[in-house]
Every structure is written in C-alpha cells, then in structure tokens.
C-alpha cells in the first residue's frame, strides 16, 4: 500500500477513535456529573447529599463496569454499597461496588443472581437513599428476573417462539416487560420512594429509553390487555409456556399488579440521563474530521436496514461526491451511525460492519480515492474478534491479486476471511463502551 | 387538511415540477444547442453545415417525440430525412421526422420494422451526412434489430432465460449486444464514416453511455468470448434458443464481425451528449427548495435498492435534522433520485414510488412537520397512472380514520389504492421526459 493510502486509513481510523473517546463511559459520566461536600450534580439538576444518608449504585450492561469505576471516581467513599452485572470479562477493579459476571446474549443462573441482588438493593432503599443505576447496551439480558410462577426458562421460551411468530420487537418487549419484576418500570417501583438517577449508555437507535435495557426505570405503557391482544394475534395461546399464559390472564383479570404507568408516583423522583450515544461519538468524529480537513456530512445516527442496501446508498452519496461535489465538495467525509442487519445466506463469517464494508468496496470500482471504514464502538463484530473493517479502492484489485474472489466472499457472508487474508480488519479490542456503529466514508 | 399542510404539500410538488422542467426534452436541448447560418453548436462543439449535404436525424425512446420536435425546432428545413421510435401514444406533430409507434417494454413488430428503418437511414450516410441520434429511456426496446439469423423471439426468449437464471443486468446486456445490429456501437457502425451527434435523456442510474438504450453509439466492451462464459457460467448452452448459441459460437470463432471496439474508427466521429439526467433535475429542484425557504440537501442521483430501506434511510434523515440540526437544519429538504425495487409480496397495486411514500410513512409516527413526495418522472409508476404519491406525519391518523391499515397495505405492495383513498396520489400525466424518479423530504 502507498503511503497516501496508509494516511487515509489512518485519518479514518483517528476519526472512529474520536467518535470512540466521546462515549468511553468514564468520561461521558464525568463531563455530566459532579460532586462538591454538599451537591451531587447531574445534567444540571441539583440533588443536596446532605438529604440521604445512603448512596446505592445498581446496574446492568456491557459498560457497567466502567460506568461503575466513573461513579466510584465521583462518589467514592460516599458510596453505601452497590452491584453491577456485567457481561463475562469485562471486569474493571472497584471499591465499593460489586461486580457480578452473568451471560450474554443468553440470560443464566448468575445473572439472576445478579437480578436479584440489584432488586433486593432497591427494595432496601428508604426516601433518605439515594440511588444510581447504570444501563447500558446488553442490560436486559444481564438481569433477568421473572415475576413470580414464571421460570428463566419459561420466559427464555417465550422470547424464542415469539421471535419465530414475526412478532416485532415492540411486541415482544410488552410481553417481556410483563413478565419481569424489573423490566418496565419495575427498578423504579422497587427503589421507590428513594431518589432514582439512571445514567444511560444508549445502543439503541433513537435512543428510546423504553427500551435501552427494557427500560427498568421508565414507565411501561403497554397493558396485559395489549399482551392478551398480542398473543390472540398470532394465536400464540397453545405454543408458549402454560405459566406465562396464566401470569397474563391473571394480569388482564387484574389479579396481578400492571406494570408502572406513568401516572404513578414511582416515577416522580427519578431523572433519566443518556450519558453517551451514537450521536455523541458522530458529532464528535465529525469535529476530528472537519479537523483534518475534511468537509463532513453527519447524515444520520438512525441508519438501520439490510447491510448491502445501506452499503449501496452510503457509496451513491460518495459517487455523487466524486461527479459533481454534492453533497459536498470534496475532500469530503460522510459519517453515518445506527446499526444494521445482515440477510444470513451464506456460512461463512462477518459482522454487519465487516459485511457492509465489503458490500461497499464492490460499489468502489469507478470511485476514486474513497475510503470507508465501519466498525462497532464496542469492538466486536458479529461473532468476531474484530470491531470491523477498512477498504478503499484498492481493495478489489489487492483481492484479485490474492486469488480472492470478492462477490463469492459477499455471497457467502465470509467478509472476516475476505479481510482477514488482506489485513484489514480493523481491531480495537474491547472498548468498554457500546453505541452501536459508525461508518466513516472519505472522498477525495 | 390544514391550509399549513396544504402549502408544504404544494412546497414539495412545486419542487418536483421544478426539477422536471429542467429535463423538459425541449428546453434542455435548446439549451445545448444552438445554430446560425453556417454553424450548429452542440455543448460547446461547433459544426460547419456547409461541409453537409443532408442532415438525418434518428433514434428511439420514450421521450423521442419531444426531442424530435425540439431537433426540428432548431434545425427545421435543414433536416433530410429522420425516423424516431416511440411508445404507443407518446406523439407530437412534426414535419419532417417519421415517428414509428411501438411496444414497450415488450418489443413488437412495429419496433423492429421501425429499427430497419432507422439503421436503413444509417446506412445510407455518407462522409457529408450529419446524423443527430436522439436516445431516451425505453430506446432498448423500441429498436430491437436481432442479428441474421437470430428472430426477435429468440432474442427475447434469451433475454427471459437470463433474468431467471440470476446473470446480472451487465451479463444480460452483453450477450444481447452482441444479437444486435444497432446496440453496443452497432449503430455507429452503420453511420459510419457520417458525422454522428448522439443527444441522451438518461434513464440509468450513473448516465452509463454503455447502458442507456444499450449504447448504441459507444463502443462494446465485452466480446463473443465474454459471451461465452457467461453461457458456460450459467449452464446455458441447452436453454437458449440454438440460433442464439450458434451466433455467439461462430461470433468467438471469429466468423462473425465483433461488436464495435473502442480502438476502432467508428467512433472517431462521434459526440455522446447528455442532454438531461437525474442530476439536473435535482439541481433545479434544489434552487427551487432553496428559493422557497429551505436548508437543501441534495443527497445523491444514484440511490438504488429495496425501496423500504431506501425509506427508512430517508426517514433516518429526516429523524436526525428533527432531533438534532444535523445534516441541516430546519426548515429542511433532502433531495435524492434514482431508483429504487420493489420486493413483491402480495397482491396488491402501487409503484416504486408509491411504495416508497407508503413506507416513509410508516416511519413517522414520531417525526413532526414532515412532507414526503416521491414520483417518477416520466409520470408514471409502475402500472398505475399516477407519477407516485404524497404524505405528511397526518397520513397514518387520516388512514385510521378511513379505516385502513396501513402496515397491511404495505405488506401486501397496495399502495396505490391507500393513497387512492386518501386523496394523496401525485398525478402528472405523460411528461414526454424520464430521467428516473425525484425524493423530496421536507421537514420543519
């Protein structure tokens, strides 16, 4: 590769890193939060630490170990006691909090340990307590507690048939926040009548906080009348579990509290904070590469779709670049975000970054000087050790010269091995954070 | 409908209109042409008249009765002879040129007499003859001149094989250039040695030369070989009709003349003008947008793919500059062209473009002051006789009143009939121009 090359791999590279900085959890709670002898400041809203006499911090997600080691930064010995469930290895060393190790993306016997740990701690909390909950990307499956005459297994079922029914994920979550004592509002209902601060790391597009961890601290506003309603529509009644049946007809016949509405008090001493999310980490690539010169496009942190589609649209844009300088002259940098989904029709192995980067490199063959790189902020990929990859238009020809043939690699969703053999995977190893994608595209 | 509503919705078809006029096929090619006594000028070149004894003007397309007539309006008496290939009714009243009405995009008898005619003219050039070639969308079709030996059925019985086998779009043109005495520089061949003026509506994605009515004035790339391999490619050899597979042998045996290369002299004589695209028509609607008031994004000209994630990508946009001011701020217009495809799934009615708006739509429920407009150029979508359809974040509320189902119109690919019912599809009429279609998203 030419030295200009190098240099473009490298300006893309240093922009995923900056977008990466303005969402390392530690950081992102830090530039939010503050503490002096008598005030704890978050995102502007005052609390007086003279009021509680205890401080909980409680959690779950792949950040919570350094959204935890932020707040025992802040807080330190301030801090009464605490519990965070975190995905198996992402560890950092803490004081005050516990660290519970569960799995991820399938819920086990640990994580409901965790679950209940964190629920227990809740409970114990008077209005003289104040407690911090961290959420982060992964936080549902990482505390998993089903309401009472229902199993983990039970439920785990429930999730499976309901994602094989073609039920969307809006009404998969309704059932599933029903079906937990702490999901959807749950947390809050615990920690009542304490006061309630949820610092968030978004990995969900549009940041929705009804759904970022299944919301443990939001109010639900799905009924067990809608999950009756969900479950005739797909004639679900003899396919899931006979005790997830029962719990929602009970719920329906109002023999089993709702989930917590908005109208309820619960929620009346509870602040929510996105801490970090995709938005953050583009504005903040598109400030390093308006910095290197760059004319920078942030087209959107809400990019979802099928991977080869959005790889085609992201390259008509830097095609349009390159023919006519709209819309932007180059040399010009498109920043997008989100996260997309891959149409599995092939065995091989990738990611949706890895697989979107070499959807685009197949795009580049009348496209000068272009370089896109695509990668997750948590450093890993699908099921790889990559975060994601980097092609420019020399891909193709430097995969011919390596006897690879680039459309079969596509075909057969094999981008890690198509990457892997040209050396250019781009790995970060894990990142402690997670705000899904960004993807970088340079013309010029 | 609000009056507020009723004025974006008249913003945005205003837009559309806009950018139409500007590949009106008139005014664009008065607007590269231009002619005096002695000289006629052609994007900027200068032809001496008085070294021609006849002028022919020819060709194919959609839009040809229009270019025809503008061809005339400039060169009027001047002009010889001319023949020009049309759809069935798409007709203007001209004094010199013959227009020959065909079947599209089925290729008919009247086509193929009307392509003997117009290679007849071509060949009876000489070195003093200039020959202005007009090309539009739907030329393909409308000039279809098989080979010896090879009939129009067996062309288009070749053609239906490939689309079914899997070859792409550039295997399939290959193979059916080299069936053709007027595609792939077939027609400048003929002409030859008479200067040859090549005026283009594009109805490609990129304006390819190579692609647009199969490239009737520029060089092959691909040979009777290419041809061959991609038989054997696709284990073609016993479901092509014999006279097909018998050409291309004899073709790769070198019995037959190949297709006209770039190094040859045919083309030392000629001009490819593009005389309108799907760029110049998002320029002008861009001038148009800003006139009106808007931020302008011209996004890209060359957006392809499955139309619903093309919508969510649009609507991503349009999400991010409500939330956040990026990549513009209010009040905002994203403009993007192309085209799109459609997934057929159900049964129902609609085109791209309507599809496009219905699935926008669907995608708005927590977007304020939005308008989405998406519309074929050439005045129609897919089979139906409207240009494409119109939508605000009012569209799903006024659904529900009228009783439908929005999700289910769009499963089920209906949407003409759900924008029949609202009152909201955009109906042009026959434009006489095609330049793909114009998506215009106005938010704020």
Redesign the interface.
Same mark, same amino acid.
């Given at each position: 590769m030419t030295d200009q090359l190098v240099n473009k791999f490298e300006n893309a590279k240093a922009i995923f890193q900056a977008g990466l900085q303005a969402v390392a959890p530690g950081p992102a709670i830090k530039n939010l939060c503050s503490v002096t002898d008598e005030t704890l400041t978050v995102d502007g809203l005052h609390y007086d630490l003279r009021q509680f006499d205890k401080i909980f911090v409680l959690g779950a997600g792949k950040a919570g170990a350094s959204m935890a080691k932020a707040i025992e930064d802040i807080l330190g010995e301030r801090i009464s006691a605490g519990i965070i469930t975190v995905k198996y290895g992402h560890l950092e060393e803490l004081q005050k909090i516990r660290i519970q190790e569960a799995g991820h993306p399938v819920p086990d016997q640990n994580g409901f340990e965790g679950a209940q740990a964190v629920y227990k701690l809740a409970k114990s909390a008077d209005e003289s307590t104040l407690i911090i909950c961290l959420l982060s990307g992964g936080g549902s499956a990482l505390i998993p507690l089903p309401v009472n005459g229902v199993t983990l297994e039970d439920k785990q079922e429930t999730t499976k048939i309901m994602l094989a029914c073609g039920a969307t994920i809006h009404e998969i979550n309704a059932i599933r926040k029903h079906l937990s004592a702490i999901k959807g509002g749950g947390l809050a209902r615990a920690a009542f009548p304490a006061t309630l601060i949820t610092l968030i790391l978004s990995d969900v597009v +549009?940041d929705d906080l009804d759904s970022i961890a299944s919301g443990p601290s939001v109010p639900d506003s799905m009924t067990y009348n809608d999950c009756k309603t969900i479950i005739t529509k797909y004639s679900l009644e003899d396919k899931i579990p006979s005790s997830v049946l029962k719990h929602i007809e009970e719920g329906a016949a109002g023999n089993v509290p709702e989930t917590p509405k908005a109208d309820q008090n619960f929620f009346t001493k509870t602040q929510n904070v996105i801490v970090g999310s995709n938005?953050n980490a583009?504005?903040k690539a598109k400030e390093k590469a308006d910095e290197l010169g760059y004319n920078t496009?942030?087209?959107?942190?809400?990019?979802? +779709?099928?991977t080869?589609?959005?790889a085609?649209?992201h390259m008509?844009?830097a095609?349009?670049i390159m023919?006519?300088g709209?819309?932007l002259s180059q040399p010009a940098c498109v920043l997008s975000g989100?996260e997309t989904t891959v149409r599995i029709q092939g065995t091989g192995k990738g990611g949706r970054n890895q697989e979107f980067v070499l959807a685009a490199a197949l795009k580049m063959s009348d496209i000068k000087d272009v370089v896109v790189l695509s990668a997750g902020t948590d450093g890993s990929d699908g099921p790889t050790d990559a975060a994601g990859a980097i092609a420019d238009e020399t891909t193709l020809q430097r995969a011919r010269s390596a006897g690879l043939d680039s459309q079969n690699y596509l075909d057969n969703n094999d981008s890690y091995h198509f990457f892997d053999k040209l050396g250019d995977l781009y790995k970060t190893g894990p990142t402690n954070t997670n705000v899904m994608d960004l993807r970088i595209i340079l013309v010029g």
């Open positions: +549009g938005f583009l504005l496009l942030l087209l959107s942190s809400m990019i979802e +779709g099928e080869r589609d959005i085609a649209n008509a844009i095609r349009e023919l006519t709209y819309p989100g």
